[in-house]
């Protein structure tokens, strides 16, 4: 299209010559109704607010009230540790599979996801539960995207299938585990819930955290979880919808 340029639309019936049949057949299409044009000046661009945040998974609300969004949904390897209750884990799971994700879940507690996956069915944008170590590969493509889920109590082995393209895995952990030193290297990104004082200080050794947060989160309320990427982090309250209510129940640390 570069050089080319429309006819200016001009008041409706006004006959239009050579200029709209050579659109046309450069395979412009039909043009719609003719309507004065809507212009900013330089100026006024600034004054325009729009409510758009970044995309992917809404979790909850920041310390601001402002959407909190994590983007599952990636072209290259993505690896999150989250330590915490269940009840979050599977509110992420849950929206990560709204957006289009099929999730495969890695647990020793089938039981626990029973319900979700019954809710949201086995196939496209569903969900299905292995036992730890059974999870096949998935073929996660751009058109197909996938979040493994390892549930796997707190000693999680290897997992076979691991972070790929369009394939981001998130490991759970309920509590700090032997294991989360080297879990904590691998993750791009840590989600903390509730923990004892000793375990706040480790965590704040593993993640380098200030004082204020490793005080404040042996008193972080069920559904808050600070997460942290490299130096950013961010507290974040997840709360449920309606619907999520009914298949989860209310927000809890403890499962």
Excluded: K
């Excluded at 709360?239 to 403890?254: I, Y």
Aim: net charge neutral.
């Amino acid at each position: 299209m570069a050089g080319r340029t429309l006819p200016v639309a001009g008041a409706p019936g006004e006959a239009v010559g050579g200029t709209l049949a050579s659109a046309l057949r450069g395979g412009f299409g039909l043009l719609g109704p003719r309507h004065g044009r809507h212009a900013l000046s330089a100026d006024q661009v600034d004054t325009l607010a729009l409510p758009i945040g970044d995309d992917g998974v809404v979790i909850g609300a920041d310390a601001e009230g402002r959407p909190a969004t994590l983007g599952v949904n990636r072209p290259t390897p993505y690896d999150i540790l989250f330590i915490g209750g269940l009840w979050t884990a599977q509110i992420l799971a849950l929206r990560a599979a709204a957006t289009g994700a099929r999730v495969a879940v890695e647990t020793g507690r089938a039981g626990a996801w029973a319900q979700l996956v019954q809710a949201l069915g086995v196939g496209q944008s569903g969900m299905a539960v292995h036992d730890v170590g059974r999870v096949p590969p998935q073929g996660a493509s751009a058109g197909s995207p996938v979040l493994v889920v390892r549930d796997c109590g707190m000693r999680p082995p290897r997992g076979r299938v691991v972070s790929a393209p369009w394939q981001s895995v998130l490991t759970v952990l309920p509590y700090l585990s032997p294991v989360a030193p080297r879990l904590v290297r691998q993750a791009r990104l840590v989600g903390v819930q509730r923990v004892s004082p000793d375990e706040a200080v480790q965590i704040g050794r593993l993640l380098g955290l200030p004082g204020a947060d490793v005080e404040s989160l042996p008193t972080l309320a069920d559904g808050v979880t600070l997460w942290c990427a490299d130096r950013d982090r961010q507290y974040v309250m997840t709360q449920a919808t309606d619907a999520e209510t009914g298949l989860l129940g209310t927000a809890r640390r403890m499962d």
